[in-house]
């Protein structure tokens, strides 16, 4: 094989396409990996890690500040240090980013750093700061991403009117924020704002916040966020042409029920949701289709064009990091000749990191009733929870959706602490075909919150001892 001809070339170098070019190599495969900015992606410099980690120091803060007297634990005057805070972020994404790019090179990846373009179904021209690079591929990956998308008539300005990036580039604080979505992205950053001190508004047009989780968990998320002192506007939409800014403050008006409410702050965070990079990829000149910001692929990952495939946000669906690595073990493995599966969507679970924190995995209630399934329904709140009574997190619960006729297990979804932790087991029982008695004759050690799992889990037939229920 030439010195640039590889079985496999992939563009992206994140959560999607690092995972799958090592995957490749210990299939014995030859791949090059191109990456235009940084080995890890989206998800480690601008997204899962760094967002997770300024959450992590909110949790840290709320725990000092207004939850440690009633441990016994007396820290008077707590205080926070927000540039320290941006310097242990930092510190986590280096030490990962560095991880990444030893990991490559140990499983003897070669890397082009720069844009790689297709000039064809089987080449990639990398245009970098080191020059130009012609590779050949038996087959091509775009593992490319995606970036936060904004409305018609709603210009970013990276200062008053702000995107999840921008917010990650804050060095300072705003004194109030208005959040425009009230998906994973908008939770999580009103949730760590408010923590931080930041008077927070979230306006969501549709009835719930996150929307696209069972309403009860919207609903429930709604409360506690109120609870908390966050403004939630739901059922609110935005009137774009109302938008007015100033050097440090906006204005903008909203219409819920037909009235319109003006709402101040100093920063306007849209999180509308993202788009996938599909721009400047050579897409159109090899033929590859694009739809609405993101590639149509089957469940191999494969476009409209033989040997050219694509993983990730840029494939569209769940927009996950997990997603896009198990995508990538998929399409490396079939392009191996390794006998593998499409990935089920039912089986990717989605974790929102907000406190409290949101994971599911599997059916909404309404989307299996809307299936024509009849279904039965197990609940069991945190608050009846031993553990979670010691750690003084007592809201939430876990809601598992089942069939009523087959015992299968259509979908679980938690609100509550650890709850992107403890979702785990059910994507196992249902990988696995368990059923709700089995999961729950799964002995769990007591106190801990995946009680919370079993008990739910006995609920459904209405075994659980832990919770009355009318017969």
Request: proline letters at 4%; glycine letters at 12%.
């Amino acid at each position: 094989m030439a010195e640039n001809s590889y079985d496999v070339v992939i563009i992206g170098g994140g959560p999607g396409g690092y995972p799958a070019a090592i995957r490749g190599t210990q299939l014995g495969l030859r791949v090059a990996v191109v990456e235009k900015e940084k080995l890890g992606g989206i998800c480690l410099h601008k997204g899962c890690i760094p967002t997770k980690a300024l959450l992590e120091s909110a949790e840290h803060l709320h725990h000092a500040r207004d939850e440690s007297a009633a441990f016994g634990v007396v820290a008077p005057d707590v205080t926070f240090d927000y540039g320290k805070v941006l310097d242990r972020k930092s510190q986590v994404v280096a030490q990962l980013h560095k991880g990444v790019q030893g990991l490559l090179k140990r499983n003897k990846v070669d890397v082009f750093f720069g844009n790689g373009t297709l000039t064809s179904s089987q080449s990639v021209y990398v245009e970098g700061s080191d020059g130009g690079h012609d590779l050949r591929a038996k087959d091509i990956v775009i593992a490319t991403g995606s970036r936060p998308r904004s409305l018609p008539g709603l210009e970013l300005n990276g200062t008053t009117v702000i995107s999840s990036d921008h917010a990650l580039e804050l060095t300072a604080l705003p004194e109030s924020i208005v959040i425009l979505g009230a998906g994973a992205v908008g939770v999580e950053w009103a949730s760590l704002f408010h923590d931080f001190g930041v008077a927070v508004t979230v306006v969501e047009i549709m009835p719930t916040l996150v929307p696209l989780e069972d309403k009860d968990i919207g609903k429930e998320l709604g409360r506690s966020f109120t609870r908390r002192g966050i403004t939630v506007k739901t059922g609110a939409r935005l009137l774009v042409e109302s938008l007015k800014t100033e050097e440090n403050a906006i204005a903008i008006e909203i219409e819920v029920d037909d009235e319109r409410e003006s709402l101040q702050a100093n920063m306007l965070l849209v999180a509308v949701g993202r788009t996938g990079n599909v721009e400047d990829l050579g897409l159109e000149s090899v033929g590859v289709k694009t739809e609405k910001g993101v590639i149509p692929v089957d469940g191999y990952g494969r476009t409209n064009v033989p040997h050219v495939y694509a993983i990730g946000d840029v494939a569209g669906g769940f927009l996950l990091a997990h997603k896009a690595t198990a995508e990538g073990h998929v399409v490396i493995e079939h392009l191996a000749g390794e006998e593998t599966h499409p990935l089920d969507p039912m089986r990717v679970p989605r974790a929102t990191y907000c406190r409290p924190e949101i994971a599911s995995v599997g059916l909404l209630e309404e989307e299996a009733v809307a299936q024509g399934k009849d279904v039965k329904v197990g609940r069991f709140p945190f608050a009846a929870l031993g553990k979670a009574l010691i750690k003084g997190q007592t809201e939430g619960f876990v809601k598992i959706v089942c069939d009523a006729k087959t015992d299968e297990i259509l979908g679980t979804h938690v609100i509550g602490p650890n709850a992107t932790d403890i979702v785990a087991e059910m994507g196992l029982a249902q990988l696995l075909e368990a059923t709700p008695l089995e999961v729950g004759l799964n002995v769990h050690p007591h106190p801990t919150l995946a009680e919370a799992i079993m008990e739910a889990s006995w609920d459904v037939d209405r075994r659980a001892v832990h919770v009355f229920r009318r017969r």
